[in-house]
């Protein structure tokens, strides 16, 4: 299995202080029940968020609030 990495998130989030911010709202999102994204069997909830990220699959609204994609 391909790993996640940070430049793989920096593609679709323009810092890595907002990336941080985040993933740590999504890890938030997953345990407090949200489903998965993305098919992510076995990690984390931190490389669940970051794979999500980096699909593209989580992105910042206009209005500079995180949502899903």
């Given at each position: 299995?391909?790993?996640?990495?940070?430049?793989?998130?920096?593609?679709?989030?323009?810092?890595?202080?907002?990336?941080?911010?985040?993933?740590?709202?999504?890890?938030?999102?997953i345990?407090?029940?949200?489903?998965?994204?993305?098919?992510?069997?076995?990690?984390?909830?931190?490389?669940?968020?970051?794979?999500?990220?980096?699909a593209?699959?989580?992105?910042?609204?206009?209005?500079?609030?995180?949502?899903?994609?």
């Amino acid at each position: 299995m391909a790993r996640i990495t940070i430049e793989d998130c920096l593609k679709r989030v323009k810092n890595r202080f907002l990336l941080v911010h985040m993933a740590a709202k999504r890890v938030r999102q997953i345990r407090e029940g949200s489903e998965y994204l993305v098919s992510s069997p076995k990690n984390e909830d931190i490389v669940v968020a970051l794979r999500e990220i980096a699909a593209g699959k989580v992105v910042v609204r206009e209005d500079g609030k995180k949502g899903q994609g």
